[in-house]
């Protein structure tokens, strides 16, 4: 399993479109905007604030999680080193490649994770044990 340098993993822009007359604002995800095709969606909701969701690594699997309302954090880590992500708009997303280790904690009262992901479900695609995940990427 490659390295992953967490420097180059940034919160991605989703274009918005703004409502000129005051409706509101709309966002697209467009094909052109991830590195994949869309496989499958889910969403994580009424997360209560104490619990840790992930605590898994994927081998292939990328994905794109938006917090589509309320907010979170991610914290992800490559087997050497860890980077925290607060995700507070639905216009920003967070574009995780395969390989990485994550943990998604302080989710906020309403929080909504919608996850944009490159394959369908899998379980031999997770990695679950943190020791596991370690001796792979040491390997
Ligand atoms: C990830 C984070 C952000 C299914 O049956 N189908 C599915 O598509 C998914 C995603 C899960 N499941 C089952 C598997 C488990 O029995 O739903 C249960 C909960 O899944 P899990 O414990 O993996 O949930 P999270 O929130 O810890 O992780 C999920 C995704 O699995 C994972 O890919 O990155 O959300």
Excluded at 2 to 28: C, F, H, Q
Excluded at 47 to 52: A, G, L, N, R, Y
Excluded at 65 to 93: C, M, Q, Y
Excluded at 117 to 124: N, P
Aim: with cysteine; net charge neutral.
């Amino acid at each position: 399993m490659n390295y992953v340098n967490l420097d180059a993993i940034t919160l991605k822009e989703i274009p918005k479109i703004i409502a000129e007359d005051g409706r509101g604002n709309l966002s697209v995800i467009e094909k052109e905007l991830l590195p994949y095709e869309i496989k499958r969606v889910y969403y994580l909701y009424d997360v209560p604030s104490d619990s840790i969701r992930g605590g898994h690594a994927h081998k292939e699997l990328q994905q794109f999680l938006i917090a589509v309302a309320g907010s979170f954090s991610v914290v992800l880590d490559n087997g050497k080193e860890r980077k925290t992500f607060h995700l507070n708009r639905p216009n920003k997303g967070l574009l995780i490649p395969s390989g990485v280790w994550r943990e998604l904690e302080n989710f906020s009262a309403g929080a909504v994770c919608l996850s944009l992901v490159s394959a369908a479900y899998d379980e031999e695609d997770y990695i679950r044990e943190y020791a596991n995940f370690k001796s792979i990427k040491r390997s």
